[in-house]
């Protein structure tokens, strides 16, 4: 058993409406990989299936070794799952040092909190010198750094991201992803949803394509585009469509 | 120089004296703020929850003679976080998604649920002319009097200290401690404080149990003001506190309990002061009296009204809620046409069974009684258009009805006017009324709507009733305020089965015109807002029109209601009829029973008035049994347990919307459905059960076939 985490015919939904259908995949530790598709089609479901934010109602998680099915979210961050859920991913209405203690008070320890809010400031210094604005008032780019400066100092073993490049604007999607390269220096393996296919690819080792809630494709992350393509192309008129594999 | 030290020295005792009372307004907007903030809850069921530890305490000390300290501790630190700790588990943890106007109402339904809970298994009785003990020894007994001027007793003292204590506690628990900040990520979002590795379920919990503990504290602390322990009172207090705590925008702990002190010390102003200036401006006379105990209300309403960022003041959404399932839509469910068509000939049929039978062989106090339902259904109609169409909370429902009796009362009693034609002069003044109010009321939105109309319904109880020329002023204290049974040509609706046949048509004309309303333009603006009212106006509608035009035919139909009422009692009885309180019962029965339908209304209404006779004291078993002497033992049952009922009732609010009686109907013929497929063993057509699949790709590579997802209409085609 060496994967970080890993995906066992995986089902999962909302309510009445069911999402993924048997997903199964493995992430090795300190390894990158994408997830990629059209919208809709499960990407964040897989990403709040992988932090415990949403139950699989079949199949199973493990995560380094242990079963965490159906654990809550919390125990996952404690086992070393960072998430940056898509969209507004802080606290609105805490202030910017404010988030980072609620964080940091648990992984680091009363001790080490302010050595470890010294460090994200020391990483981001614009977050420093907004250290007591409403994060709610930061700009966008601002609020993904402030959730980047987190997950950075957190060192997690895992990090999920979702649409972290969304509406943000090109520069600071540039900067978005060289910390997220940093991060995989440090050996933390990543897990990535984004429709900016060619960022993802160039950050990634491996892809996941995704149609309809399951799997499609899984190979090296530089194949994947070309997966992607021909599966739009496929799905585009189904009727006149046959299964090429 | 001598009026310069006598104004001076005035003034100071008008501080001083104001001082205790602002105490108690602070400390309830703190406890209401410290709610607020750990759970995110606009809890008007605070006062329920100060109003039991309280009677507790009252209990242990008083009644069981238990020293001091374990009353303390039993009320403060046991039963109140018990309270609190239930509360969380079995209510709030579950509306977490739930819309701030569910919440709402269901707080409502417990601040009239948990009083009566905690009557029934303690059996205690609010006592009147016996006042409670505080915390200190001889808290009532001892004085100290620091500057000469106004003397302050030991349990005001220790309210003081106890309140501003526990503002720089909460402060200090908020600035500086962990749990103070993941009780506030909390509120924000409990599944974002998950991802950081926090339970939030558990800190949820712990928010509760403070706050509800605090809650107990500051029942406890005021109860010596009291000389009842009657959970209304507390339930005003509370009212009066959220204008406190609206000062400080429902967030700030200083600036609540500021705004409380600055609440006793204008007051207390006043009532010095006005009495002398109304010696020489004879026109502020009729305002001296009144308006003392109206302040709260004015600065509340005053303050919603013209205090732009409160309505801005919007809560900061969950970025993770799309995790959860969606809630239930609020328009969902229209029925389908064939089987409700069928049911509804059977239900005429039974109920016109019923009136034939009521009408023939009813004695007097049945009629009484039936006639009271027919009465509050066609009330209960406002709450049918304003909270069922609308989708907004009025909490002064009961004050339209009341302008309506009174308006009768007026013009048939004092002037002549024929009673019906008063009657729908009540209903038209009740209207208009509504219409100015929902002015700068419905544009503050929900939570805001439902306290402002509760400060308007406060208002109006505080200074309107005690107007000679509007409500009878205090010669209705004595005489009370008859109101006359119409004479229509030959028919004189003194003979109680008339009344009973002209209650039965106005009900009718109203539910039809109800219907209408429903089904019509109006109808359907109110439904599209409700769905979304940027989508709305983005297509043209314009929702405050469409919203005042509910509120003023929901303030009609509560006038015309109002008016009936007081011409069955024939007297308005604005006390135990009308009074804020006595209407939020109102709401709980429509909003538990179906707040969509005529027929929810109606239920309602037979609830308000048959429940207890005929459940409750076990009639309806001993009809069963053919003997009222087989009727076992366990009747008659406490008509308090109709309060537990129906205020528990509302917690369904947020997921069934639709009330009680329509959610049972729809189980039902899901069952019926899902068991007539099994027999023909082929799908029907797809009901509002069926889940929603995605539909799967026929091109998918798996040679597995998709049956359990495959929506049920596709197989049939």
Not at chain 2, 360 to 367: C, E, K, L, Q, V
Not at chain 2, 683 to 694: E, K, L, M, N
Request: proline share 5%.
């Amino acid at each position: 058993m060496t994967e970080l985490l890993r995906f066992a015919n995986v089902s999962a939904g909302y309510g009445p409406f069911r999402a993924l259908f048997d997903v199964s995949f493995d992430i090795q530790p300190g390894e990158a990989v994408a997830l990629l598709g059209a919208n809709g089609v499960g990407k964040t479901t897989i990403a709040r299936v992988a932090t415990g934010l949403l139950a699989p109602s079949s199949g199973t998680v493990t995560f380094g070794g242990t079963d965490l099915t159906g654990a809550a979210a919390h125990r996952f961050a404690r086992a070393g799952v960072a998430h940056a859920p898509e969209g507004r991913s802080v606290f609105a209405t805490l202030s910017v040092e404010e988030n980072l203690r609620l964080s940091f008070r648990r992984s680091k320890g009363r001790a080490g909190v302010d050595a470890a809010v010294g460090q994200a400031f020391e990483l981001f210094p614009a977050l420093g010198q907004r250290h007591r604005q409403i994060a709610g008032t930061l700009s966008g780019g601002q609020q993904r750094m402030l959730a980047m400066a987190r997950v950075i100092v957190e060192e997690p073993r895992l990090l999920v991201a979702d649409e972290l490049s969304l509406g943000l604007a090109p520069i600071i999607v540039d900067e978005v992803y060289r910390n997220l390269d940093r991060l995989r220096q440090h050996g933390c393996a990543l897990l990535i949803v984004e429709q900016h296919v060619g960022h993802a690819v160039a950050l990634c080792d491996r892809a996941v394509v995704l149609d309809r809630g399951r799997t499609t494709w899984i190979g090296p992350a530089d194949q994947a585009s070309e997966r992607l393509v021909r599966n739009l192309f496929q799905t585009e008129s189904p009727m006149e469509n046959s299964p090429t594999e | 120089m001598t009026l310069a030290a006598t104004l001076g020295s005035d003034l100071l005792r008008a501080l001083l004296q104001g001082t205790p009372p602002g105490t108690v307004y602070a400390l309830i907007a703190l406890g209401f703020v410290l709610t607020y903030k750990t759970s995110g809850v606009f809890n008007l069921a605070f006062g329920a929850q100060a109003s039991i530890s309280a009677a507790m305490y009252y209990k242990a000390h008083t009644d069981w003679r238990w020293p001091i300290l374990p009353a303390l501790i039993v009320s403060v630190f046991v039963l109140a976080p018990g309270v609190g700790l239930l509360l969380e588990r079995l209510v709030f943890r579950h509306l977490r998604t739930a819309s701030s106007v569910a919440k709402i109402v269901v707080t409502l339904g417990l601040s009239i649920a948990v009083p009566s809970i905690f009557e029934l298994v303690f059996q205690f009785q609010g006592v009147a002319g016996r006042t409670p003990e505080g915390i200190v020894p001889n808290g009532a007994g001892v004085y100290y009097d620091p500057f000469g001027v106004y003397p302050f007793s030991r349990n005001e003292l220790m309210t003081m200290a106890v309140a501003v204590t526990a503002m720089l506690g909460l402060a200090a628990l908020f600035k500086f401690s962990a749990l103070g900040l993941q009780m506030r990520a909390v509120v924000e979002s409990p599944r974002m404080t998950e991802l950081n590795g926090i339970r939030a379920d558990r800190v949820s919990a712990l928010s509760w149990a403070l706050s509800s503990s605090f809650a107990g504290m500051a029942g406890v602390l005021i109860a010596p003001r009291f000389n009842t322990l009657a959970a209304p009172d507390f339930f005003n207090l509370v009212v009066v506190a959220i204008a406190a705590a609206v000062l400080g925008k429902l967030v700030s702990l200083p600036r609540a309990l500021v705004g409380g002190f600055c609440l006793g010390w204008i007051i207390a102003l006043l009532g010095t002061f006005l009495p002398r200036w109304s010696r020489t401006q004879t026109w502020l006379r009729p305002f001296q009296e009144n308006l003392t105990p109206s302040v709260p209300f004015l600065v509340l309403f005053g303050v919603l009204v013209f205090w732009p960022a409160i309505r801005r003041a919007r809560e900061a959404s969950d970025p993770l809620s799309g995790v959860d399932p969606p809630p239930s839509s609020v328009g969902s469910g229209a029925r389908g046409a064939s089987r409700p068509r069928f049911s509804r000939v059977i239900g005429l049929a039974l109920l016109v069974g019923i009136g034939v039978i009521v009408f023939i062989r009813a004695d007097t106090s049945w009629i009484f009684l039936v006639t009271q339902a027919v009465v509050m259904s066609t009330i209960y109609l406002s709450v049918t258009v304003i909270t069922g169409l609308a989708g907004q909370i009025s909490l002064c429902q009961g004050t339209f009805a009341a302008i309506g009796g009174f308006t009768v009362f007026q013009l048939a009693d004092r002037h002549g006017v024929s009673v019906l034609l008063a009657a729908v002069i009540g209903a038209v003044i009740a209207a208009a009324v509504g219409a100015v109010l929902s002015l700068p009321v419905l544009r503050l939105g929900g939570v805001w709507t439902a306290v402002a109309t509760l400060a308007f319904a406060y208002l109006f109880d505080s200074v309107l009733v005690k107007i000679s020329w509007i409500c009878g002023g205090g010669t209705s204290l004595l005489q009370g305020t008859r109101v006359p049974r119409p004479v229509v040509g030959p028919w004189d609706f003194a003979d109680d089965r008339s009344f009973l046949v002209l209650t039965v048509i106005v009900f009718i004309v109203v539910a039809f015109a109800v219907t209408q309303i429903r089904s019509g333009t109006v109808g359907r603006t109110l439904s599209a807002i409700s769905g979304s009212e940027v989508a709305a106006e983005s297509i043209g509608i314009s929702p405050a029109r469409a919203r005042v035009t509910a509120f003023a035919v929901s303030a009609f139909i509560a006038g015309l209601g109002g008016a009936l009422l007081s011409i069955h009692q024939r007297n308005v009885n604005y006390g135990s009829n009308f009074s804020p309180f006595a209407a939020l019962f109102w709401l709980v029965l429509v909003v538990s029973l179906g707040a969509r339908t005529v027929q929810g209304a109606a239920q309602a209404g037979a609830a308000f008035s048959l429940f207890d006779t005929l459940i409750l004291r076990g009639t309806f078993m001993g009809w069963i049994l053919r003997s009222s002497k087989r009727i076992p033992e366990i009747f008659p049952i406490n008509p308090k347990w109709r309060f537990v009922f129906f205020g528990l009732g509302t917690i369904q609010f947020a997921r069934h919307p639709e009330g009680l009686v329509e959610h049972g109907k729809r189980q039902m013929r899901r069952r019926v459905d899902a068991l007539r497929k099994r027999r023909t063993g082929s799908g029907g057509s797809i009901d509002d059960a069926s889940p929603v699949s995605t539909p799967q790709p026929s091109s998918e590579p798996s040679n597995e076939t998709d049956t359990a997802v495959v929506p049920v209409g596709e197989t049939t085609r």
